[in-house]
Antibody, heavy 119, light 110 residues
Framework: QVQLQESGPRLVKPSETLSLTCTVS????????WSWIRQPPGKGLEWIGY???????NYNPSLKSRVTMSLHTSMSQFYLRLRSVTAADTAVYYC?????????????WGQGILVTVSS | QSVLTQPPSASGTPGQRVTISCSGS????????VYWYQQFPGTAPKLLIY???QRPSGVPDRFSGSKSGTSASLAISGLRSEDEADYYC???????????FGGGTKLTVL
């Protein structure tokens, strides 16, 4: 069973950079795409972007100017960096596996990590 | 504002059949599969339906999905108290080259 676990600082100051790590276990990071999704408190889900096993990225245009994703295959980890954060970036951040075989969908998710942007 | 449109709430009594709608456009639902997720408070979304009407192993057949044109529906029959949760629809969006979601429907079992 594939499992994902988010980790990183839970409190980030405004204008600073949010950095999160997703660790994948129970399966290979190869041959899949890996996504970040966020959910502001009491609101719906927003896709942030994905990175492929080969390092190709695609970001939501609404966040593209501030987002960078990367991965470390041998460590089975992938990463999210979101620059110049504001209170509007306060959310539960999820990492998920994007299963792309003809179509693409998010099949396994991490438990999520609440990141608060506040001074 | 979410790309896909869902009613914010739905309700039913135990044993009833409830449906949740999801409306999109030609760039998402109209040209791609629809997925449904179930989310309990404080937990991650769980894949409930994939490729419009397929159930992952372990999902009861009380849950079913359908799609027509740019709209989709999730039906839950034989409603149980443990079905009380938030339900989200999702679809790949060709313009975004990524997934888009509905705003979620909070299901209450009366």
């Amino acid at each position: 069973q594939v499992q994902l676990q988010e980790s990183g600082p839970r409190l980030v100051k405004p204008s600073e950079t949010l950095s999160l790590t997703c660790t994948v276990s129970g399966g290979s990071i190869s041959n899949y795409y890996w996504s970040w999704i966020r959910q502001p408190p009491g609101k719906g889900l927003e896709w942030i972007g994905y990175i492929s096993y080969s390092g190709t990225t695609n970001y939501n245009p609404s966040l593209k100017s501030r987002v960078t994703m990367s991965l470390h295959t041998s460590m089975s980890q992938f990463y999210l960096r979101l620059r110049s954060v504001t209170a509007a970036d306060t959310a539960v951040y999820y990492c998920a596996r994007q299963n792309c075989g003809g179509d693409c969908y998010l099949d396994y998710w991490g438990q999520g990590i609440l990141v608060t942007v506040s001074s | 504002q979410s790309v896909l449109t869902q009613p914010p709430s739905a309700s039913g009594t135990p044993g009833q059949r409830v449906t949740i709608s999801c409306s999109g456009s030609s760039s998402n639902i109209g040209s791609n599969y629809v997925y449904w997720y179930q989310q309990f408070p404080g937990t991650a979304p769980k894949l409930l339906i994939y490729r419009n009407n397929q159930r992952p192993s372990g999902v009861p057949d009380r849950f079913s999905g359908s799609k027509s044109g740019t709209s989709a529906s999730l039906a839950i029959s034989g409603l149980r108290s443990e079905d009380e949760a938030d339900y989200y629809c999702a679809a790949w969006d060709d313009s975004l080259s990524g997934p888009v979601f509905g705003g979620g429907t909070k299901l209450t079992v009366l």
